[in-house]
């Protein structure tokens, strides 16, 4: 069984639209993040819940909103898409914030 | 502010020979290590992790790596990679100082050659 799951694994879409991507974890974990992974494979975190309460939130445009609906579940919604938000997102989650984290497998958009 | 540097880039390496990949953290305070591994086009999957004990970590797939406090480093070591080995690999550390927030080092990328 998968971990954490994201979906879709792949996103391709055009400038100015908006998307969702959706972010599940079945290990019980207290706390999932976002990361932005870029071209040149730089990891940098964008946001974190910890119980459905945002604890980390990174100098991310406001274009990308994260919703917690409850635990198991993280997804990231993006408006107004624009090139330079083509990477690879992946979601992970962690029972608390000094544990190991569990990536998903990513899920790679590209803006055109 | 907490920074985790990888000094390589790239490690080109011949099967069965060992490999080395070097971390180096920045921190004032206790800090926790992590070595995780991106396969090609796969999320990341944890290798390793340093909280506190042993400074000798061994981790999955026979890698190993040492903590050293005098040195802020955290080198990651195999004594003989085989052809599967070949990924990126991240250094990552985090901080009570610094929120318990995750930093990743840039990455290495380890290619195995026959």
Known sequence: DTAVSQTPKYLVTQMGNDKSIKCEQNLGHDTMYWYKQDSKKFLKIMF?????????????????????????????????????????????????RLAEQFFGPGTRLTVL | ?????????????????????????????SVYLFWYVQYP?????????????STLVKGINGF????????????????????????????????????????FGGGTRVLVKP
């Open chain 2, 41 to 53: 086009n796969q999320g990341l999957q944890l290798l390793l992790k340093y909280l506190s004990g």
């Open chain 1, 48 to 96: 974190s819940y910890n119980n459905k309460e945002l604890i980390i939130n990174e100098t991310v445009p406001n274009r990308f909103s994260p919703k917690s609906p409850d635990k198991a579940h993280l997804n990231l919604h993006i408006n107004s898409l624009e090139l330079g938000d083509s990477a690879v997102y992946f979601c992970a989650s962690s029972q608390d």
């Open chain 2, 64 to 103: 190993e790596a040492e903590f050293n406090k005098s040195q802020t480093s955290f080198h990651l070591r195999k004594p003989s990679v085989h052809i599967s080995d070949t990924a990126e690999y991240f250094c990552a550390g985090s901080s009570k100082a610094a929120g318990n927030k995750l930093t």
């Open chain 2, 1 to 29: 502010a907490q920074s985790v540097t990888q000094l390589d880039s790239q490690v080109p390496v011949f099967e069965e020979a060992p490999v080395e990949l070097r971390c180096n953290y920045s921190s004032s305070v």
